[in-house]
């Protein structure tokens, strides 16, 4: 065979990038028509239950939605298998088979690391309880956790977080390993039945091939990025060979651009961002691309805080403008704005369609607008 030609590195400006990035993550127009669609296109949701405005997943399908996204859609999706819940991220169901070549795996490739160990022997130590909640779940499942027997003779230990969390932490495991996996929730409180009768069963591809689709499926979500990103959940780090190379005007090194976002026509809107949304996760993109300070600052004191507990990032066109500091006061009826913080001067009709987007927040939260007391 002949050599391979290099591939064109692909020259674009700051706005090019952005544009990329906004259109990849369903923030342009036009808006996806679905809930299922929406979710394919972003490949992965946030299941993040603080809901100081709306629980983050919520606020992410809204901000693409729209008025039409009911929460009850995700729900009834999820309890039906139409989409399906994975180490806390919602995700489509045709996704799933990468993951599974992981979790043939598990606990990893070897060498294993002395975490990685711990769990094995913690799992093996237990094996009776593991033994007894897969025999549950096979004639009575789903069930909640609630429901299920903890008979670990070796208690689960850490920093403290989930000291004795026995039961929980075996489920994670066993997720993790692909024998059980979330069926829906019954209120806050997850269901589990066996993996087998949850996940679709599509060909699970060797684990090389399953980390290459991977590798493509996040580029195609995200539209660029570095080669190495930031640790995330079910994430690889390492985008491979995934797209082809690009430079970005004033930012140094090369990144990985979907082709397929290359040259697309962009029609910019104004949307209210969850602090969760995939959009402003990596900090150093935010900065490099679009010279943007954000942090979530709910853990932080009240007297610390420069944008507010639960602060939204504020995205119009392609440009992140502001943060806007709200809380959702239900027995009030209001969404109370406590301050929209602009980190650019907006024109009339850019502050108009700000304006119009909290009131279209409040709206599909069944509230009215108000100004902090």
């Given at each position: 065979?002949?050599?391979?030609?290099?591939?064109?590195?692909h020259?674009?400006?700051?706005?090019?990038?952005?544009r990329?990035?906004?259109?990849?993550q369903l923030?342009?127009?036009?808006?996806p028509?679905?809930?299922?669609?929406?979710v394919?296109?972003?490949?992965?949701v946030q299941?993040?239950?603080?809901?100081?405005?709306?629980?983050?997943a919520?606020?992410?399908?809204?901000?693409?939605?729209?008025?039409?996204y009911?929460?009850?859609?995700l729900?009834?999706?999820?309890d039906?298998q139409?989409?399906?819940?994975?180490?806390?991220?919602v995700?489509?169901?045709?996704?799933?088979?990468?993951?599974?070549?992981e979790?043939?795996?598990?606990p990893?490739?070897?060498p294993?690391?002395?975490?990685?160990?711990?769990?094995r022997?913690?799992?093996?130590?237990?094996?009776?309880?593991r033994?007894?909640?897969?025999?549950?779940?096979r004639?009575?499942?789903?069930l909640?956790?609630s429901?299920?027997?903890?008979?670990?003779?070796r208690?689960w230990?850490?920093?403290?977080?989930?000291?004795?969390?026995?039961?929980?932490?075996?489920?994670?495991?066993?997720?993790?390993r692909?024998?059980?996996?979330?069926?829906?929730?019954c209120?806050?409180?997850?269901?589990?039945?066996?993996?087998?009768?949850?996940y679709?069963?599509?060909?699970?591809?060797?684990?090389?091939e399953?980390?290459?689709?991977?590798?493509?499926?996040?580029l195609?979500?995200?539209?660029?990025?570095?080669?190495?990103?930031?640790q995330?959940?079910?994430?690889?780090l390492?985008?491979?060979?995934?797209?082809?190379?690009?430079?970005?005007?004033?930012?140094r090194?090369?990144?990985?651009?979907d082709?397929?976002?290359?040259g697309?026509?962009?029609?910019?809107?104004?949307?209210?961002?969850?602090?969760?949304?995939?959009?402003?996760?990596?900090r150093?993109?935010?900065?490099?691309v679009?010279?943007?300070?954000?942090?979530?600052?709910?853990?932080?004191?009240?007297?610390?805080?420069?944008w507010?507990?639960?602060?939204?990032?504020?995205l119009?066109?392609?440009?992140?403008?502001?943060k806007?500091?709200?809380?959702?006061?239900?027995?009030?009826?209001?969404?109370?704005?406590?301050?929209?913080?602009?980190?650019?001067e907006?024109?009339?009709?850019?502050?108009?369609?700000?304006e119009?987007?909290?009131?279209?927040?409040?709206?599909?939260?069944g509230?009215?607008?108000?100004?902090?007391?």
């Open positions: 065979m002949p050599p391979q030609r290099p591939a064109t590195v020259e674009l400006s700051r706005a090019d990038a952005r990329i990035a906004v259109s990849a923030a342009a127009r036009p808006r028509t679905g809930l299922e669609e929406a394919r296109g972003l490949s992965q299941l993040e239950p603080t809901s100081a405005v709306a629980p983050s919520d606020l992410v399908l809204w901000s693409r939605l729209g008025a039409a009911d929460p009850a859609h729900r009834d999706a999820l039906e139409r989409l399906v819940e994975l180490s806390g991220f995700r489509p169901p045709a996704d799933i088979a990468l993951f599974r070549a979790m043939a795996i598990w990893g490739e070897e294993l690391r002395e975490w990685q160990e711990d769990t022997d913690w799992l093996r130590a237990n094996d009776g309880c033994r007894e909640v897969l025999a549950l779940l004639t009575d499942g789903p909640p956790a429901e299920l027997p903890d008979t670990c003779v208690p230990r850490s920093s403290g977080w989930n000291d004795d969390r026995n039961l929980r932490m075996l489920l994670e495991v066993l997720a993790r692909g024998e059980v996996a979330v069926a829906g929730r209120g806050r409180e997850r269901l589990w039945d066996l993996a087998e009768r949850i679709p069963d599509d060909p699970v591809p060797a684990l090389a399953a980390r290459r689709l991977r590798a493509e499926r996040r195609s979500s995200v539209g660029i990025a570095r080669p190495r990103g930031p995330e959940p079910g994430e690889p390492d985008l491979s060979e995934a797209g082809e190379p690009a430079v970005i005007a004033g930012v090194g090369t990144w990985r651009v082709p397929a976002r290359l697309q026509p962009f029609s910019g809107r104004t949307v209210l961002l969850s602090p969760f949304d995939r959009l402003v996760k990596d150093r993109t935010l900065a490099d679009f010279d943007f300070e954000y942090l979530l600052e709910m853990y932080k004191p009240a007297a610390r805080r420069r507010g507990y639960y602060a939204l990032p504020v119009h066109g392609d440009r992140l403008v502001g806007l500091d709200a809380h959702a006061d239900h027995e009030a009826g209001v969404l109370r704005v406590a301050a929209l913080h602009l980190d650019v907006l024109g009339a009709g850019a502050r108009a369609s700000v119009r987007e909290i009131a279209a927040l409040a709206s599909w939260l509230l009215e607008v108000a100004g902090a007391d």
